[in-house]
């Protein structure tokens, strides 16, 4: 089964950056499309950043310029780049997975996901 493990949270001031890990088992590069989620407080779920099988990327218009969604060479692990970071970028962040190609355009899509992580907290003070 596919188990996806979050890590590199914590806590900047504003304009810093912090860069989160998803360790991923049973997924690589080629078989996994992946994405990264958040979560604030009283909110919904939403899309940051997906990267389909065919390298596709996708990125909210919140953080485009400002977060980078990549892999490493051997495919087992995600990351988000995230820079210029701002308080409304304050949420518990998620990375999803689900087996083969996905259309770019359901990327940031929750229900175009099976697997999730347990999420790593993201706090950005002003």
């Known amino acids: 089964e596919v188990q996806l493990v979050e890590s590199g949270g914590g806590s900047v001031q504003a304009g810093g950056s912090l860069r989160l890990s998803c360790a991923a088992s049973?997924?690589?590069?080629?078989?996994?499309?992946m994405g990264w989620f958040r979560q604030a407080p009283g909110k919904e779920r939403e899309g940051v950043a997906g990267r389909s099988t065919n390298t596709l990327l996708r990125y909210a218009d919140s953080v485009k310029g400002r977060f980078t969604i990549s892999r490493d060479n051997a495919g087992n692990t995600l990351y988000l780049q995230m820079n210029s970071l701002k308080p409304e970028d304050s949420a518990l962040y998620y990375c999803?997975?689900?087996?083969?190609?996905?259309?770019?355009?359901?990327?940031?899509?929750?229900?175009?996901?099976?697997?999730w992580g347990q999420g790593t907290q993201v706090t950005v003070s002003s």
């Open positions: 999803a997975a689900v087996r083969g190609l996905i259309s770019s355009s359901r990327l940031l899509e929750t229900s175009a996901y099976g697997y």
């Open positions: 049973g997924c690589t590069y080629n078989s996994c499309s």
